[in-house]
């Protein structure tokens, strides 16, 4: 697929231009670098960033450090894993990594170039974040390891080649679990009993992979959450600082970013023992946060 071509000539380059990284380094360096970019387009597509913002990057030289000044941008905007080159109390280590690397412009710009209209086959305004998953699944069977003369190998994962590949779970099947369990939980209860400060519910799947699971899950309460406010009356969960309903152009109710966000923090966990499965479940769930925003509703929270 596209997104293993990417991943060669990035491995390829960045092992070539930073002589000291280490195959873990590599490995994080060549998948964040994918992850953003990809999040950033998905973004411009649903109008929640300037269309072409990264198109325009071919047009003239150091392309890595102009699209660095786009990823600090999306830090200050987006707060998330994703982007995370400051110290901040409480959270996970900030990425120091990967704003000192060097990338050759041609890269990138190929790269970038494979992003649009008529390169691209993708139309990313409509890529639901379960493809997004069935995309990612391939590309994770695979890592990155560096011979004897710092230059990179992509190869299969032993542990797939082990069990003969990756195996995706099909929507029908995480659809049906979810509603019989997450279902199950939740009946007969109100938002304030599963949301309790001290005790919320809490969903965990102890081997997510590229997160299936979990965002089925996380589907499942968002629209479990909205139906339960419509019910008890929308008016009073539009009001207030921080109100969880907004009412959109067609009359229909919607949850807001900011509880959209609260009710992933809340209830979701994941563990993996691949790294990037993990980060990959990041980057859906972070999409699906973003699902149906503009540019103007996400500024303004």
Wanted: hydrophobic share 35%.
């Amino acid at each position: 697929t596209e997104i293993e071509a990417w991943r060669d000539a990035l491995a390829r380059n960045i092992a070539l231009r930073n002589p000291s990284l280490s195959t873990r380094e590599l490995n994080f360096a060549v998948q964040t670098t994918i992850d953003r970019i990809i999040f950033l387009r998905i973004c411009e597509d649903r109008g929640v960033e300037d269309y072409a913002k990264l198109m325009a990057l071919q047009n003239g030289d150091k392309i890595y450090s102009r699209l660095m000044t786009l990823f600090r941008n999306a830090d200050e905007k987006y707060n998330s894993g994703l982007f995370h080159f400051e110290p901040e109390k409480g959270r996970e280590t900030h990425d120091s990594l990967t704003p000192g690397l060097q990338i050759d412009d041609k890269v990138l710009k190929d790269l970038l170039k494979s992003l649009y209209y008529p390169e691209s086959p993708y139309e990313f305004s409509v890529v639901p974040a379960d493809i997004l998953g069935q995309v990612y699944e391939q590309f994770l069977g695979k890592v990155i390891r560096l011979t004897a003369g710092h230059q990179a190998k992509v190869e299969d994962k032993p542990e797939v080649k082990k069990a003969g590949g990756v195996y995706y779970t099909p929507t029908y099947i995480v659809d049906y679990i979810v509603k019989n369990t997450v279902g199950k939980i939740l009946e007969g209860k109100t938002p304030a009993e599963i949301s309790k400060a001290d005790h919320p519910v809490r969903i965990l799947d102890p081997a997510c992979g590229s997160g299936s699971f979990l965002l089925g899950a996380y589907e499942y309460l968002l629209t479990w959450y909205r139906d339960e406010y419509v019910k008890a009356g929308p008016e009073k969960y539009a009001k207030g600082k921080e109100p969880k309903l907004y009412e959109s152009t067609g009359g229909a109710w919607k949850l807001t970013t900011s509880e959209r966000k609260r009710i992933l923090l809340s209830h979701i966990y994941g563990v993996d023992i691949d790294s990037q499965a993990v980060e990959v479940t990041k980057l859906s769930l972070l999409l699906k946060v973003l699902e149906g925003e503009t540019k103007d509703s996400v500024s303004t929270q």
